[in-house]
């Protein structure tokens, strides 16, 4: 299995999970930019949109779901998430608005999301490195234009196999009308998707326990969040039960799916650039587990930036040595 962060905040959502053989089967999760963007970093990773086999969408809102109009219409790349989300969605393709995090309407016309967040976000990296102009107007691959639908229902709790991949969705606690996280399974590897939760469930814990790469929610600070510039209604909709994980709540989160036996990697995520620094969401975490007691050496912890971000290997599961040497 092969993981690449595209892109993660406030400013947009996009994550790529590969697997079976030459990673044959490709899948996003969320698409939260235009699809220019989202095209100029998947050919950084030699990966061209009309490879994809489907869009798994966590939840309807515009940081997560803009590029959703062109991929499914220009590409026919078929969108994967539960009955009631995707309701939603064909209100936004048949409209070209879609809602914000924080409440806007935002249209699928703009190249980036003007959102509280993201003041100097625009155009960060948007340009291709390694040469080239990214075809945004190529044939599309026979196989995905003879699909029949451009939906694929996934009812949250239940598992669909897409591909060479086993996708199981699992409720959030999120203000979107059927917000969902993921897990993903190929070759004996799992991978957990957790962003845009206001609090951490039991349900919650269940998949995330099973993750070998837990992609998690550290949106904010609460103090600097409190102690900063956003309108009283917004600050207690973040640390509402339906808004976002604080550094506390992603630490608390992974101390209670703590497993000693083996080796984890974990990103955080989705981080405000007003009310989080990676830093402080960073050493939050180790704080938090060294005064737990936990082993650091088991954990590889790295923060997913707002542009392209980190790759993860599911070989390093094997490679790590840190496996056997680790004390009983
Ligand atoms: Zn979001
Ligand atoms: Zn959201």
Not at 39 to 65: N, P, W, Y
Not at 179 to 208: I, Q
Not at 311 to 326: A, C, G, R, V, Y
Request: proline share 5%.
């Amino acid at each position: 299995m092969r993981v690449v962060s595209l892109g993660s905040g406030s400013s947009g959502n996009a994550l790529l999970i590969e697997a079976g053989p030459r990673g044959r089967t490709k899948l996003l999760v969320d698409a939260g930019f235009s699809v220019r963007i989202i095209a100029e970093r998947l050919h950084k990773i030699g990966v061209h949109l009309t490879q994809l086999q489907g869009v798994l969408v966590t939840h309807e809102h515009s940081d997560h779901v803009l590029a959703l109009p062109g991929l499914m219409k220009r590409y026919n790349i078929p969108v994967v998430t539960n009955p009631r989300t995707y309701a939603v969605i064909e209100e936004g393709l048949a409209t070209g608005m879609w809602r914000s995090d924080s409440g806007k309407l935002i249209s699928s016309q703009q190249e980036t999301t003007p959102l509280l967040d993201v003041a100097n976000e625009a155009t960060a990296d948007i340009s291709v490195q390694n040469g080239g102009e990214v075809a945004l107007e190529e044939p599309v691959a026979p196989d995905v234009r003879n699909s029949p639908t451009l939906f694929l229902p996934l009812e949250v709790g239940a598992s669909r196999i897409i591909g060479d991949i086993t996708v199981t969705s699992f409720p959030i606690s999120h203000d979107a009308v059927a917000p969902c996280g993921y897990l993903l399974s190929a070759g004996g590897c799992r991978v957990c998707v957790v962003t845009d939760s206001g609090e951490v469930t039991p349900a919650m814990l269940d998949m995330m326990r099973l993750a070998d790469l837990l992609v998690l929610e550290s949106n904010h600070d609460r103090e600097r969040l409190l102690r900063g510039p956003y309108p009283y209604y917004l600050k207690a909709r973040i640390l509402s039960s339906t808004g976002h994980l604080s550094n506390d709540q992603a630490a608390e989160a992974v101390l209670r799916t703590w497993r000693g036996d083996s080796v984890r990697w974990l990103w955080l995520s989705h981080l405000s650039r007003t009310n989080n620094t990676p830093t402080l969401a960073r050493s939050q975490m180790r704080l938090r587990l060294k005064e737990a007691g936990a082993n650091l050496a088991q954990l590889h912890i790295s923060v997913s930036p707002p542009a392209m971000g980190h790759t993860w290997d599911s070989t390093q599961l094997w490679h790590t040595s840190s496996l056997w040497e680790m004390p009983g």
